[in-house]
Structures are given as structure tokens and as C-alpha cells.
């Protein structure tokens, strides 16, 4: 019998994903990953993924289903690979992807690599997308036939290994509303629990509060600049400013003015008119290619830079082994250096990288 172990995070999605695994015949273990404490986070409220109450839904889930049930402590792997990334990101001026990075280096290869210790052939999560191997051996990812909860974006890292090792049960599902009446049919406690939102570990949304607690820093003011260089006023901190932020800068300069760039270097938050927050190309490094090992020539497909973006018309040319540079159809509004661009052929997901 083939052997699986389910990531469970304590939510509806991955206790369906692992009733769907057990009825299509996979002895199945869970596991509920500890990334972090809320008292390093500083949250009170519970509403974030990783709390006692999530480990608690999820073993009553797996003992519900007849399952053993682990908990990992991957607190440490969490804190360098995940919140390093991202207080570095910001402290250099970019916009970082924490969710990317928690599938890249925890799900997709701390818990691979402890599914592979216990023996199983697969790691099974609930995230929204399909995985299907073509005629000639390679495995694809492909977009989730539930377009609006497609989570492909964050998953464009896998590997031809990790693909090959990975199941998305949730991937053929069209609405949410089948996957919460299957977890109903088995009396699940988690049936009508609501999704997680945001970055897990900032569950009340103030990153710059949570990177001074972190960091034990405070970030200095510094000027505000037009795109010519001449000083406008005074910003709070770079790390407090994100590519097309309009609100929250405190300053009145008789117009609508957006963040159009930061250079932590200098200090320098850069604001400039709607209409300068667009541009046609984008470089990518940190490469990964699904469906080919490399782009020999110029590639018609489209891309988007941000999750909930919809998929843009453009050019690809790889110009190194791990360079892409992109330039699409239409100008694109407030690309940030730190975000993933992912590229489609339809909807399979033909690759990404970080946007440089």
C-alpha cells in the first residue's frame, strides 16, 4: 500500500485533502508543522495559523480518520529560512513573498525530507492546484480548475523530484462549497472554519512593528525625493513603504503622489505620479522551469506579479542560466523588487522568479 503524509495545518482544506487520500487507498500519516510562537509574534487574537487551537483541530481531524498524527517543531528552519528572508527584504528595499519561501523551504523540503524518513511516497497538502505528468515523462503544474482559489503562483519553485512526489487532492474541486460539504459527511470539527488570511506570523498586519521587535532596530527617517532627486519632506523608515502606496504618507504636495521606489542605500523613498508607477519589463533571478530545462528563444506567454494579478501577454528570453527578462504587451502598474513573476502557457505553469 502506498504511503502519504498530509500536511495538516489544522484547516478544512488539508482534512479533506486527507479523507480524499485515504479513500483512494494511501495508508496516511499527518502532519502539523510548528513554525512559530505568538508570543514571538506578539499576537493575542488567535486568528493565525500555528496555534494550539489549529494543532488541536487538526489531531482531532487525523484521529477522527483513523490516522497518526505528528507534530514537527520546525521553529528554528521557519525563523532562518522564512523570517530572515523577509526582514532582509525589507531592510533592502524590496517587497518580500513570506508564503513563497514557507512552501519553498518548509513544506516542499523540511517535511519532504521528514516524509521521506517516514517512508512515504507522497506529500499530500490543500493547496488549489493539479499536477499531471505528460506523454513523455515530465510532470507539469497546472492551474486549478477552481480559478478563483488557484494557488499555482505560490508554487512555481517545484521541481520535476518534488513534483513527482506530490499530490493536490482539492486541484479538480470547482468551489470551495463541495470541499466543506465533503469535511460535513465526515463531522469534521474544522468543517466551517474560515480561511487564513495575511502573513501568518504578523496576524495584525503591522510588519514594521513586527521587524523592530525582531530586529531590536529602529529604522530612521529620511527624505522623501521626487524622480529627479529633490527632496519633498521627511518619510517615518523605509522598511513602512510599498511600490504604489498612496495612503498612510503623511505629506501634502497638492496632488495624488504613490511610492514609486525605495533605496534603502540612501535612505530615499521616491514618490512620482500614478502614471509613473508602469513599466513594460522586469528581470528575474532564482529561476525554476517546469515544462523545459531552459528557454532557447524568444517565448510568447503570459505572466503576473502578484497572486491576485490576472495573467499578462508578454515575451520571455532567458539570458542566462538564471536570468529571465520579461517584457510584457501592456505596461505593468507597481512592480516590486522581492515579488515573484510566474509565467503560464494556458494554464500550465511554465515557470518564475524573483523579480530583481
Known amino acids: 500500500m502506498s504511503k502519504a503524509l498530509i500536511a495538516m495545518s489544522g484547516g478544512v482544506d488539508s482534512s479533506v485533502s486527507a479523507a480524499l487520500m485515504l479513500r483512494a487507498g494511501y495508508e496516511c500519516i499527518g502532519a502539523t508543522m510548528k513554525l512559530y510562537s505568538r508570543e514571538d509574534t506578539g499576537d493575542r487574537s488567535g486568528k493565525t495559523c500555528c496555534s494550539l487551537d489549529d494543532v ?3 489531531r482531532a481531524v487525523a484521529y477522527k480518520l483513523g490516522m497518526l498524527h505528528y507534530v514537527f517543531n520546525f521553529q528554528e528552519d521557519f525563523s ?9 527584504t525589507y531592510e533592502n528595499g524590496g517587497t518580500p513573498n513570506p508564503c513563497i519561501e514557507c512552501n519553498r523551504y518548509l513544506k ?3 517535511l519532504y525530507q521528514r516524509a ?3 517512508g512515504c511516497d507522497k506529500i499530500v497538502t490543500g493547496h488549489y492546484a493539479r499536477i499531471e505528468q505528460r506523454g513523455d515523462g515530465r510532470w507539469l503544474l497546472k492551474k486549478a480548475r477552481n480559478t478563483a482559489k488557484d494557488q499555482s503562483y505560490v508554487l512555481y519553485f517545484l521541481n520535476q523530484e518534488q513534483l513527482s512526489a506530490t499530490c493536490f487532492p482539492l486541484g479538480e474541486f470547482e468551489s470551495k462549497d463541495e470541499i466543506r460539504r465533503i469535511a460535513e459527511e465526515y463531522g469534521f470539527v474544522n468543517a466551517h472554519k474560515g480561511d487564513s488570511q495575511d502573513i501568518c506570523f504578523v496576524p495584525d498586519g503591522d510588519y514594521v512593528g513586527f ?6 532596530k529602529t529604522y530612521p527617517p529620511g527624505n522623501y525625493c521626487d524622480l529627479e532627486g529633490n527632496v519633498l519632506g521627511q518619510h517615518k523608515g523605509v522598511i513602512g513603504y510599498t ?3 498612496r495612503k498612510g504618507l503623511g505629506i501634502a504636495l497638492g496632488q495624488p503622489m504613490y511610492v514609486c521606489g525605495k533605496c534603502a542605500e540612501t535612505n530615499t523613498v521616491y514618490l512620482g505620479e500614478n502614471k509613473d508607477l508602469f513599466s513594460r519589463e522586469v528581470t528575474a533571478r532564482s529561476i525554476n522551469l517546469i ?6 528563444k524568444p517565448m510568447r506567454l503570459c505572466a503576473k506579479i502578484r ?8 515575451t520571455v528570453v532567458q539570458t542566462d542560466e538564471d536570468t529571465l527578462k520579461i517584457t510584457f504587451d501592456e505596461p505593468q502598474r507597481a512592480i516590486a523588487r522581492g515579488q515573484a513573476v510566474v509565467l503560464y502557457d494556458g494554464d500550465i505553469v511554465a515557470g518564475g522568479g524573483t523579480i530583481i
Do not use: M, S, W
Request: with cysteine; charged share 35%.
Open 108 to 110: 516542499f523540503e523540511r
Open 211 to 216: 521587524i523592530e521587535r525582531h530586529t531590536g
Open 307 to 314: 497572486y491576485n494579478q490576472k495573467e499578462q501577454p508578454c
Open 291 to 296: 515544462p523545459f530545462d531552459r528557454i532557447e
Open 243 to 245: 511600490i504604489g502606496q
Open 56 to 58: 488541536e483541530d487538526a
Open 116 to 118: 521521506k524518513v517516514l
Open 80 to 88: 532562518e529560512q522564512v523570517i530572515a528572508r523577509f526582514v532582509d
